[in-house]
Every structure is written in structure tokens, then in C-alpha cells.
């Protein structure tokens, strides 16, 4: 086998061992996955700052940065 059959084979080899992960994956039903992420939020909301802001805005690291000026 010359360099660029053996590339291929190591290519395709792979492909095989990245679909066999694939495929050993747990799978669920779109409605029962839906309820966890539900579950997950309600759980986590209260750590969210798109919901619930910082407690102060030195903690907002996308706060306006104060500018100074001298004169």
C-alpha cells in the first residue's frame, strides 16, 4: 500500500469508529428530553442573569465601562 491508501483506510477507519460512538448513544424521545430541559431550567433560573440581573453591577461583567476624561 502506498502513503495515500493508507491514508484513506486511516480516514475511513475513522468514520467507522466515530459512527460506532454514534451509535451506542442513548437515544430519547424528543418529548421526554423536552421535560428535562424544563425540569433543568425551573431548577437553574434562579442562577440566570438574563433573568433575574446581577446583584450589583460591579458583579455585570458586560456593564458600560465608566470613561475618564481630564481636562
Not at 423536552?34 to 456593564?63: C, M, T, W
Request: charged share 30%; proline share 1%.
Amino acid at each position: 500500500m502506498n502513503n495515500k491508501q493508507m491514508s484513506t483506510l486511516q480516514q475511513q477507519r475513522k468514520v467507522v469508529e466515530q459512527l460506532r460512538r454514534e451509535a451506542s448513544i442513548r437515544r430519547v424521545n424528543v418529548s421526554v428530553a423536552i421535560e428535562d430541559l424544563k425540569k433543568y431550567i425551573q431548577e437553574h433560573e434562579n442562577d440566570d442573569y438574563l433573568l433575574v440581573g446581577f446583584h450589583s453591577q460591579k458583579a455585570n461583567p458586560f456593564r458600560e465601562k465608566s470613561s475618564c476624561t481630564i481636562l
